[in-house]
């Protein structure tokens, strides 16, 4: 018996969700209790405390999954736009850059080095304004041209962690979900930036970063052998597993955390494999249809819309 959270917008307002099944329930009506001491804040106060509420939401599924709790189920959402990006808001969004083998040889022409030799690459997002969730919701970025996807495993992180280690950094690892790390590969690798490479412009655009459809629960996920698939307008561009990892989740957080406090409900999103534009040539335009899917954590489909 698994479960996932998720937020949707019902009677216009986010609402924290419980999904057993196929069935969904607002967090309020079956585990009240997992939202205090401060509702307003949704699942973000869920993560907040996540060591107490962990157990009030494994018990309210058991009862919901086994009928001894009765609550009527929601509706599904009437659109897609309904289903939020989960979390309102993280208070930082940490990416991997260059992180699966595959990716740093077919797309980035790289292959002469050593692991042991070289240090991941990490960068931030802005959260309240790059985080959507599904439906139409990327606006696509008129300054550039070269408009680019990448599929990678969310981590939600659900204890406050410094300096942590390879032995207990997946103690702080609350769930996982679904990114979509949107990048204007023109301005990422501008000719008239002084060093020739901005992850600003390149990264941190408004709604760069598709998130959701919900969080499953650590416990739920097997990390290292999870399936990565994204297709455009229905073609598969991405198919890979996270065992392709250069760096593993655990070694992520201890050197993300050399430098920076990870809090709860921040997302680490841990890279992409082979098969991104950069690779092909083949870029983003409005009207295109982005669908990615991981194994056991649904599918984020979202699409590009031109901007007004």
């Known amino acids: 018996m698994t479960f996932s959270l998720a937020t949707w917008r019902i009677d216009d307002r986010p609402t924290p969700v419980l999904t057993v099944g196929d069935r969904s329930w607002a967090l309020a009506d079956v585990a009240p209790e997992a939202l205090q001491p401060d509702p307003a804040r949704g699942l973000m106060n869920v993560f907040d405390h996540w060591e107490r509420t962990e157990p009030l939401l494994l018990e309210a599924a058991e009862r919901l999954a086994d009928s001894t709790d009765t609550t009527v189920a929601l509706p599904a959402p009437a659109a897609l736009e309904d289903v939020l990006t989960p979390l309102q808001y993280p208070r930082k969004i940490v990416l991997t850059g260059a992180n699966y083998y595959d990716h740093m040889k077919n797309d980035g022409g790289h292959t002469d080095w050593e692991k042991d030799k070289k ?3 990490f960068f931030l997002k802005p959260p309240t304004t790059t985080l959507v969730g599904p439906g139409r919701t990327v606006r696509y970025p008129e300054q550039s041209e070269k408009f ?14 410094r300096k942590l280690t390879l032995d207990n950094a997946m103690e702080h690892v609350a769930g996982y979900t679904i990114a979509i790390d949107l990048s204007a590969r023109d301005w990422q690798r501008h000719p008239k930036h002084l060093v020739k490479f901005d992850l ?8 760069s970063c598709p998130l959701g459809p919900a969080i499953v629960p650590a416990r739920f996920v097997d990390e290292d052998n999870l399936r990565l698939r994204f297709r455009l307008n229905g073609e598969l561009k991405q198919d890979a597993n996270t065992r392709d990892m250069i760096w593993s989740i655990p070694e992520q957080l201890v050197k993300i955390t050399e430098h920076v406090t990870l809090e709860p409900g921040d997302i680490v999103s841990t890279g992409t494999p082979a098969g991104v534009g950069l690779g092909t040539g083949q870029w983003m335009k409005p009207g295109d249809l982005m669908e990615g899917e991981i194994t056991g954590l649904g599918r984020l489909t979202a699409e590009i819309v031109k901007d007004q």
């Open 148 to 161: 680019d996807y990448e599929i990678e495993l969310a981590v939600v992180i659900g204890k406050r962690g």
């Open 119 to 121: 240090i991941p690459v």
């Open 200 to 207: 600003f412009g390149g990264k941190a655009f408004d709604d």
